[in-house]
């Protein structure tokens, strides 16, 4: 199994500001994906980070507002830039493991406040 | 587009009862999965479904997915307390690489005692 460590845990930020947020395995992936789940409510997947590659971007999200650096095969960051309230989420990152089990593991999330 | 429907999205249940969660997913789907997430907590695997007909049983839960129906079943089987938490069914279709997943709007389970 994966293990995944996420760096924060929790922020509160203010308003049009950026965080960054980082996300690290412990074993080399071929993918990486972004994750935000605002509150009560699913996830919904942000992009997939493909090392050595542009991320991709699902509907609705863009790459001003969420850059993403994939530096190496067990590292990822997703920033959210320029932050309004509607921000306030829990942001996660997934890998898959692909040694024939094809489970996806999270992280624990980055809870992030925006005032 | 892929879209996965999840039924109920609540449910109160005594403990000792059976019960089951529905997934709908709208197109070709390769994985079927089931998570677990605790209050405050991140996602658990429960399951992985690859092929249609497709059944796996972990204590109390058993899932199940038939691809032809494109549906997926979580099944409890005689509820207990600590099995209270949100369900979530997550879909993806990749052609056998990886691929991010389409999640369900889960079930909050609440099992009273």
């Known amino acids: 199994s994966a293990v995944i460590s996420q760096k924060p845990s929790r922020d509160i930020c203010q308003r049009g500001t950026s965080l960054t947020i980082q996300c690290q395995v412990d074993?080399?992936?071929?993918?990486m994906f972004w994750y935000r789940q605002q509150p009560g409510q699913s996830l919904t997947l942000i992009a997939t980070?493909?090392?050595?590659?542009?991320?991709?971007?699902e509907s609705g999200f863009v790459i001003d507002k969420f850059p993403i650096s994939r530096p190496n095969l067990t590292f990822s960051t997703l920033t959210v830039s320029n932050m309004s309230p509607e921000d306030s989420s829990i942001y996660l990152c997934?890998?898959?493991?692909?040694?024939?089990?094809?489970?996806?593991?999270f992280g624990a999330g980055t809870r992030l406040s925006v005032l | 587009e892929l879209k996965v429907e999840q039924n109920p999205l609540f449910l109160s249940m005594q403990e000792g009862k059976n019960y089951t969660i529905y997934c709908n997913y709208s197109?070709?789907?390769?994985?079927l999965y089931w998570y677990r997430q605790d209050p405050g907590k991140s996602l658990e695997s429960l399951f992985v479904l690859l092929s249609n007909g497709a059944v796996k049983q972990e204590g109390r839960l058993m899932a199940s997915l038939d691809t032809k129906a494109r549906l997926s079943t979580l099944h409890i089987t005689a509820a207990v307390h600590d099995l209270s938490a949100t369900y979530f069914c997550?879909?993806?279709?990749?052609?056998?690489?990886?691929?991010?997943?389409?999640f369900g709007k889960g079930t909050h389970l609440i099992i009273q005692p």
């Open positions: 997934s890998v898959e493991d692909l040694a024939g089990v094809n489970i996806q593991y």
């Open positions: 197109t070709t789907s390769d994985r």
């Open positions: 074993s080399q992936v071929t993918m």
């Open positions: 997550a879909a993806a279709y990749s052609g056998g690489g990886a691929d991010g997943l389409t």
């Open positions: 980070a493909n090392q050595g590659s542009e991320a991709t971007y």
